[in-house]
């Protein structure tokens, strides 16, 4: 049974830094690509990074480019994303998803890419 569990999200002040992980069970984790996303209340689920099966490709939407980092630890089947200089426009639930394929392809900002989904994690940046 696929199971990917987020943790570390919480309250932030606007400039903060704040790192969030996710653990993944029951599948070969080294074998797919991962990634993050996040919706924010009455919002799409928008697409936030995604790492591939081996780290060496990550991408990024433009509005956390240069402020948030992916990584993951094959040994350790997990995945963290270091999340700096956090906006007031960061403010939402995040969720860790295993993608369908070993890399992060042009679909990677897209849900249907990602076949198994964490519950989520909050992350609320104040001003």
């Known amino acids: 049974q696929v199971q990917l569990v987020e943790s570390g999200g919480g309250l932030v002040q606007a400039g903060g830094s704040l790192i969030i992980s996710c653990t993944a069970s029951?599948?070969?984790?080294?074998?797919?690509?991962m990634g993050w996303f996040r919706q924010a209340p009455g919002k799409e689920r928008e697409g936030v990074s995604c790492?591939?099966?081996?780290?060496?490709?990550?991408k990024y939407t433009d509005a956390v480019q240069g402020r948030f980092t992916i990584s993951r630890d094959n040994a350790k089947n997990t995945m963290s994303l270091q999340m700096a200089s956090l906006k007031p426009e960061d403010t939402a639930l995040y969720f860790c998803?295993?993608?369908?394929?070993?890399?992060?392809?042009?679909?990677?900002?897209?849900?249907?890419?990602?076949?198994?989904w964490g519950q989520g994690t909050q992350v609320t940046v104040s001003s």
């Open positions: 790492i591939s099966w081996g780290g060496a490709r990550t």
């Open positions: 029951g599948f070969g984790f080294d074998d797919y690509a």
């Open positions: 998803a295993k993608a369908s394929s070993s890399i992060c392809g042009n679909d990677w900002h897209s849900p249907l890419a990602y076949n198994e």
